[in-house]
């Protein structure tokens, strides 16, 4: 089955990215490596800088794998959050602003 034809796998992010949800995240990509993912980031209010890793880590590994890696329904909190690292290229996000 074609990329273009494959249902994402939906990751939905907790509210509070923190390091306790910085495992279960990862572990919730691993789950779905191979095929596209789609993020939702709807219900974000804070962002860390270990669930970060795990957001760079896993698009880096979608890109790579040639595969579709989606962030959607974006919180304010969420855009906040990436700005501040200044990750928001990395993440594929080029069109947030400042």
Same mark, same amino acid.
């Given at each position: 089955?074609?990329?273009?034809? &494959?249902?994402? *796998?939906?990751?939905? /992010?907790?509210?509070? @990215?923190?390091? %306790?949800? #910085? ?7 691993l789950e779905r490596r191979g095929g596209p993912v789609l993020v939702d980031g709807a219900n974000? &209010?804070?962002? *860390?800088?270990?669930? /970060?890793?795990?957001? @760079?880590?896993? %698009?880096? #590994? ?28 990395? /993440? ?7």
């Amino acid at each position: 089955m074609s990329e273009e034809m &494959e249902s994402p *796998g939906v990751v939905v /992010l907790d509210a509070a @990215l923190d390091y %306790r949800a #910085a495992a279960p995240l990862r572990d919730a990509f691993l789950e779905r490596r191979g095929g596209p993912v789609l993020v939702d980031g709807a219900n974000v &209010e804070t962002i *860390g800088g270990l669930c /970060l890793q795990v957001l @760079l880590a896993a %698009r880096q #590994a979608w890109v790579s794998d040639h595969v579709s890696f989606t962030i959607a329904a974006r919180s304010a909190a969420f855009d906040r959050g990436i700005l501040g690292f200044g990750a928001s290229a990395a /993440l594929g996000l080029d069109a947030m602003s400042e």
